[in-house]
C-alpha cells in the first residue's frame, strides 16, 4: 500500500494516479496561431503563454508571418506535427490549410484542439481525424449583437453598408450573416464589399461607398481594424455615420470611449488562448471534452467602454468555462 495526498491507496491505483499526475504537469502543448500583425491574436497567444505558465504546462507557439498566409502557417504546423507534443492548439487561418499538416498529428492520436476559426469538419473527416474540441464565438450571434444595436442607432429603413473580411472566411461570413438576419426588414443593405480584414482597403471602400450613397446611415464591419479604417472614411467625409466593428481590440475601446466607433462585439482572444490551454491539459489528463465550447462576447458602447477598457484583455464578470472545472 502507498499514501499519495493523504490517500492510501494500493500499488496499481497508486501508480495509475502518479501517472495522470505526471502526465498533466508535464504536458506539452503545440500551439499554431495566425498571424501577429494583427492585434486580437497577440492577445490569444498571451492568454495562452500566461494560461500555461499558470497551470504549469510546456507551451511552444508558432504565427503565420500575417493574416494571409496560409501556406507558411501549415508549413510551421508540419514542423511541429514531427515534434513530440501532447497536444495540438490550432487557429487556422482557413477552414482548409492545416488540414493535411494535422494528418500526421491524427496518426500519433495526439489530441487537437481548436480555437477561434474552424477546421472544416468534411474535410477533416476525409483526411481521417476530427477535433477534440472547439473554443471560439457564435460568429452568427456576434454579428446579430451588431445588427440589433445599429437598429437602436438609426431610424427604420435607415441605408447601411457591409464590409466583410476575406472573401469565403467562415467567421467574416457567418458574422455578417447574423447582422443581416437581425436587421431584415428593418433596415436597407445597399452594398457589401470585402475589405479582406484589411484597414486600409477598408478605408478606401468606405470612402467609395459614401460617394456612392450620400445618404447612408451606417456601416457594420467584420472586425475591428477594418471598422476604423471605415471611420476614418466617416470623420474625412464630415457625415454622421454610425460605425460599428467586431472583436473588441484595444483600438476600437478607446475610439467607442472617445465618441468615434459607435460600438463593437468585444471577443476575448485571451480568454480563448486561454481556454485551449485548459483543454489540452484536460485532453493529457484523459478527459473527455466537450464537441463544442462558446467563448464570452460582450457589445460594447459608450456607456461601457471605459469599464471595459478596465479589465482588458479579460472580461469585467465571469463566464462559463468547463475546462476550467475539469482541473479542479
Avoid at 462558446?294 to 468555462?321: H, M, Q, W
Wanted: charged share 20%; proline share 5%; hydrophobic share 45%.
Amino acid at each position: 500500500m502507498r499514501i499519495f495526498n493523504g490517500l492510501t491507496l494500493g500499488a496499481g491505483l497508486f501508480a495509475t494516479v502518479i501517472s495522470a499526475s505526471a502526465q498533466a504537469e508535464e504536458a506539452k502543448v503545440a500551439a499554431i496561431v495566425k498571424g501577429l500583425d494583427n492585434p486580437f491574436f497577440q492577445y490569444m497567444q498571451k492568454g495562452i503563454e500566461e494560461q500555461a505558465k499558470a497551470d504549469g504546462v510546456g507551451v511552444t507557439v508558432q504565427a503565420a508571418a500575417n493574416m494571409g498566409d496560409a501556406t507558411g502557417q501549415a508549413d510551421k504546423l508540419t514542423a511541429l506535427a514531427m515534434q513530440d507534443f501532447d497536444c495540438y492548439l490550432t487557429n487556422p487561418i482557413s477552414v482548409s490549410n492545416l488540414v493535411q499538416a494535422l494528418v500526421p498529428v491524427a496518426q500519433k492520436k495526439k489530441p487537437i484542439v481548436n480555437i477561434d476559426s474552424t477546421i472544416d469538419p468534411e474535410q477533416a473527416k476525409a483526411a481521417g481525424f476530427g477535433v477534440s474540441t472547439y473554443i471560439g464565438t457564435d460568429n452568427v450571434a456576434a454579428g446579430a449583437l451588431a445588427g440589433e444595436e445599429m437598429l437602436k442607432l438609426v431610424p427604420t429603413g435607415s441605408k447601411v453598408a457591409l464590409i466583410a473580411g476575406i472573401v469565403g472566411d467562415v467567421g467574416s461570413n457567418a458574422r455578417i450573416k447574423g447582422f443581416k438576419q437581425a436587421v431584415e426588414g428593418k433596415l436597407e443593405v445597399v452594398v457589401m464589399v470585402s475589405a479582406d480584414w484589411d484597414r486600409e482597403k477598408a478605408l478606401t471602400a468606405a470612402t467609395d461607398i459614401l460617394q456612392a450613397h450620400p445618404d447612408l446611415a451606417g456601416f457594420f464591419a467584420a472586425n475591428d481594424i477594418m471598422a476604423l479604417g471605415v471611420e476614418r472614411a466617416v470623420q474625412t467625409s464630415g457625415k454622421e455615420v454610425k460605425v460599428i466593428g467586431l472583436d473588441g481590440i484595444i483600438d476600437a475601446l478607446k475610439s467607442v470611449a472617445a465618441g468615434e466607433l459607435s460600438a463593437t462585439v468585444a471577443q476575448y482572444p485571451y480568454v480563448v488562448g486561454a481556454m485551449g490551454v485548459e483543454a489540452c491539459k484536460a485532453a493529457a489528463m484523459g478527459k473527455e471534452l466537450p464537441a463544442n465550447v462558446p467563448a464570452p462576447v460582450l457589445l460594447i458602447n459608450k456607456d461601457n467602454a471605459e469599464a471595459s477598457l478596465k479589465n482588458f484583455p479579460r472580461p469585467g464578470g465571469d463566464y462559463p468555462d468547463p475546462f476550467r472545472e475539469m482541473l479542479k
